[in-house]
């Protein structure tokens, strides 16, 4: 059975930082591409970060140069740095697995993240 379990969100004010974990079990962590994505209220869910196998990112414009995507395969993990935190980036992040080549395929069920002004 697989399973991706979010952490680390919480309610932080503009400017600051969080640093959310993804941990997995039941996949081959290391050979899945691995995602973050994040859906405020009202919106439709939109494309955080992106970590491959071989650790190469990807982000969306609105978070490069203040979010962090990164991997730890002994611990099947993958973690989200985000610092310079803005009221706009309020929204339940969630993780996702995906093969290589393929669609996700896994998803977790999300952490909160509020920033306040």
């Known amino acids: 059975q697989v399973q991706l379990v979010e952490s680390g969100g919480g309610l932080v004010q503009a400017g600051g930082s969080l640093r959310l974990s993804c941990v997995t079990s039941?996949?081959?962590?290391?050979?899945?591409?691995m995602g973050w994505f994040r859906q405020a209220p009202g919106k439709e869910r939109e494309f955080v970060a992106f970590?491959?196998?071989?650790?190469?990112?990807q982000y969306a414009d609105f978070v490069k140069g203040r979010f962090t995507i990164s991997r730890v395969n002994a611990k099947n993990t993958v973690y989200l740095q985000m610092d310079s935190l803005k009221p706009e980036d309020t929204a339940a992040y969630s993780c996702?697995?995906?093969?290589?080549?393929?669609?996700?395929?896994?998803w977790g069920q999300g952490t909160q993240v509020t920033v306040s002004s």
């Open positions: 996702g697995a995906k093969p290589y080549g393929g669609q996700y395929k896994y």
């Open positions: 039941g996949l081959t962590f290391r050979s899945y591409g």
């Open positions: 970590i491959n196998s071989n650790s190469i990112t």
